[in-house]
């Protein structure tokens, strides 16, 4: 019997700093026969994230596959009852060609995309991503019409998503921040957002402030440090802030960030700062999609997606990911669906 070659990418060295692409090493390995109740899947699109630079840090060995990187692909083989030839997988194996799955591993699942959603939507809107941003404004925020909501990074793989939710829920006003004029104008044109800014154009603080001028009733906060500060500054008494990541400090965990300074008017003013990740809610994912999937289809939310080319780029997709080069959500796609 043949035996699979598969590609993978491993950590070659922790990173002081931003990481470079010498920091990784791809890996050309022929996989062993399927064990008894397992599947082999070939990997259609890879996903990068920008935690995953935390886990260089920690999470990732040196020389070791890659874990908790999310991928969608298609079974070529099985040993197991539960998976058959053809059945689109999503799994969390990390940045490789292949991948053997097992029924009941964590993050392994059959997806069967309705007519109209591509497979890489669930790496993205129906993905880790959609469901953050799902979370985020409908459990953690409690969102209302009428109520007003700024986003950090809304022009990142979360806020894009959470800013369309936001807008369907019929938010009063949606603010954004983005890192270039063109995100800005992709916020506010194609995403239907009321306001957004460049965040380079000043400080934050005084950016969002302008934006928000009668301040605002929730935040979904990803970026941390002088954009945390920012939204604390403008949320109004009993506002609600979501916190989710802190990506401004990922390249730098040692180093404390110079904000927020204005911690105290948390409590001065009975805000709501909570933290989250998506992990500890991935029970609310059927209930995502089943909100999520109606409005894909009529197009009230859509899904942007900057696609890298080739097994070859994952590791320039990821490094461009840290340097903000994704509008929406970044892939990888490794293989034709």
């Known amino acids: 019997m043949t035996r699979t070659v598969t590609r993978s990418v491993r950590l070659a060295a922790r990173p002081k700093g931003f990481p470079t692409a010498e920091h990784f090493r791809f890996v050309e390995e022929e996989l062993p026969a399927l064990a008894p109740g397992t599947a082999l899947v070939e990997n259609v699109h890879l996903s990068v994230d920008p935690y995953m630079r935390e886990l260089m840090d920690a999470g990732w060995e040196i020389g070791?596959?890659?874990?908790?990187?999310?991928?969608?692909?298609?079974?070529?083989?099985?040993?197991?009852?539960?998976?058959?030839?053809?059945?689109?997988?999503a799994h969390s194996e990390g940045w490789s060609t292949h991948a053997v799955v097992a029924p009941g591993q964590a993050g392994v699942r059959?997806?069967?995309?309705?007519?109209?959603?591509?497979?890489?939507?669930?790496?993205?809107v129906l993905g880790g991503t959609g469901l953050t941003a799902y979370v985020g404004v409908r459990e953690i925020l409690k969102l209302q019409a009428g109520e007003s909501v700024y986003i950090s990074a809304a022009a990142?793989?979360?806020?894009?998503?959470?800013?369309?939710?936001?807008?369907?829920?019929?938010?009063?006003?949606?603010?954004?921040?983005?890192?270039?004029?063109?995100k800005v104008a992709y916020l506010t044109g194609e995403?239907?957002?009321?306001?957004?800014?460049?965040?380079?154009?000043?400080?934050?603080?005084?950016?969002?402030?302008?934006?928000?001028?009668?301040?605002i009733d929730a935040a979904l906060e990803g970026v941390g440090g002088d954009h945390l500060e920012a939204a604390i500054g403008v949320t109004r008494e009993f506002g609600r802030i979501a916190w989710v990541g802190a990506i401004s400090q990922y390249n730098n965990p040692d180093e404390p960030p110079a904000a927020?300074?204005?911690?105290?008017?948390?409590?001065?003013?009975?805000?709501?700062?909570?933290?989250?990740?998506?992990?500890?809610?991935?029970?609310?994912?059927?209930?995502?999609?089943?909100?999520?999937?109606?409005?894909?289809?009529?197009?009230?939310?859509?899904?942007?997606?900057?696609?890298?080319?080739?097994?070859?780029?994952?590791?320039?997709?990821?490094?461009?990911?840290?340097?903000?080069?994704?509008?929406?959500?970044?892939?990888?796609?490794v293989a034709g669906e």
Do not use: C
């Open 191 to 215: 995403l239907g957002f009321d306001a957004a800014f460049d965040h380079h154009d000043g400080p934050v603080s005084e950016l969002l402030a302008a934006a928000a001028p009668d301040g």
């Open 110 to 124: 059959i997806v069967r995309p309705p007519a109209g959603i591509p497979l890489s939507a669930y790496l993205s």
């Open 260 to 333: 927020p300074r204005n911690l105290y008017a948390v409590s001065d003013r009975s805000i709501q700062l909570r933290g989250y990740q998506v992990r500890h809610h991935l029970h609310l994912r059927p209930e995502a999609e089943q909100w999520l999937v109606p409005h894909l289809l009529a197009g009230r939310i859509t899904s942007r997606e900057t696609v890298v080319d080739g097994f070859d780029r994952v590791v320039d997709a990821f490094l461009g990911v840290l340097r903000g080069e994704n509008t929406g959500k970044m892939l990888v796609r």
């Open 156 to 182: 990142g793989a979360v806020g894009s998503v959470a800013g369309q939710i936001a807008r369907v829920l019929g938010a009063g006003r949606v603010i954004g921040s983005a890192g270039s004029a063109a």
């Open 64 to 89: 070791e596959p890659l874990r908790y990187g999310r991928a969608v692909g298609r079974v070529l083989e099985s040993r197991s009852p539960e998976f058959a030839p053809g059945d689109l997988v």
